[in-house]
Structure formats: structure tokens, C-alpha cells
Nanobody, 125 residues
Framework: HVQLVESGGGSVQTGGSLRLSCTASGFIFSMYCMTWFRQAPGKQREGVAAIDSDGSTIYADSVKGRFTISKDNTKNTLYLQMNSLKPEDTAMYYC????????????????????RGQGTQVTVS
């Protein structure tokens, strides 16, 4: 069965960095569009970044230039390098997968990612 397990969250000060990881199993990881999205208490889910099977990437304006999404198909692992963190980045971060290509606008349609993990908390103070 499909499983996505996030790790790497924690508490950091403003301006700090974190690297999130998401280990996938149960599907052909290399062929899926993968995303990181986040949700803070009382706020809507926000797609942060996505990476397609060919390695092309999409970023939300709020994180562009600060976050980098990447993947290692040999390890079935998705990453999110987060630099210059701000208090407004505080949220639960989730990885998710869909078995179709990414497309422009996919970050605003997070519900199209069928599989998702349990999340990892990021707190910036």
C-alpha cells in the first residue's frame, strides 16, 4: 500500500534552516508529481512546492528563493530545503503524490494529490 512518511521538522529561529524529508513506498515514486503543502491552525492548506517526474519544479510565491524542492529517485525520497525561515512559515508540512503530471496552478489544487503523509511540524519563532 502507498505510504508517505515525513521527517525533519522542528523548532528554529527566524532566519534559520530546516530540511524536510519524505520517504515513499508502495508506488512508482519516479513517475509521480510530488508536492509539499502546509497548513497552519485556522488557515487553509497552501501548496508550497511541487516537482514533476522530469524534475521540473513549481514554487509558491511566498517561498520562492527560500525553499528548494528536490527528490532522489534511487532512495524514493522527496526533500524540502527551507532557508531564511520566517514565523509565517510555521505550519504542519505534508508531502503528497499524484499519478499525473504537475501543471501550472497545481499548488492551488492540493486536493488533486491523492496520497499524503501524516505531516511534520515546523515552528519558527
Amino acid at each position: 500500500h502507498v505510504q508517505l512518511v515525513e521527517s525533519g521538522g522542528g523548532s528554529v529561529q527566524t532566519g534559520g534552516s530546516l530540511r524536510l524529508s519524505c520517504t515513499a513506498s508502495g508506488f512508482i515514486f519516479s513517475m509521480y508529481c510530488m508536492t509539499w503543502f502546509r497548513q497552519a491552525p485556522g488557515k487553509q492548506r497552501e501548496g508550497v512546492a511541487a516537482i514533476d517526474s522530469d524534475g521540473s519544479t513549481i514554487y509558491a510565491d511566498s517561498v520562492k528563493g527560500r525553499f528548494t524542492i528536490s527528490k532522489d529517485n534511487t532512495k524514493n525520497t522527496l526533500y524540502l530545503q527551507m532557508n531564511s525561515l520566517k514565523p509565517e512559515d510555521t505550519a504542519m508540512y505534508y508531502c503528497a503524490a499524484r499519478n499525473y503530471h504537475c501543471y501550472t496552478g497545481i499548488l492551488s489544487r492540493v486536493h488533486e494529490f491523492y496520497y499524503r503523509g501524516q505531516g511534520t511540524q515546523v515552528t519558527v519563532s
